[in-house]
């Protein structure tokens, strides 16, 4: 049945959006060191994690803002 399910559109739609949200989570645990958790409790885990995403958000919108050329004198 799960292979069936795989080899389907939707099991197909599914991979190709599971694997953009991994890779999100690949590049805040290696790139970001998100690896381990510092703050304790699940506040702190949650309130962790909400800004490491926030930081990678910031940094993708700052990629979309074109950089204004310089004005040779």
């Known amino acids: ?27 805040l645990k290696r790139i970001r060191k998100l690896d381990r958790l510092r703050l304790r409790g699940p506040n702190g885990a949650r309130d962790e994690f909400t800004l490491a995403a926030t930081a990678q958000n910031l940094r993708k919108m700052a990629k979309l803002i074109p950089m204004p050329t310089p004005r040779l004198a």
């Open 1 to 27: 049945m799960a292979r069936q399910i795989a080899k389907s559109w939707e099991g197909r739609t599914s991979r190709r959006l599971r694997k953009k949200i991994e890779m999100l989570f690949a590049q």
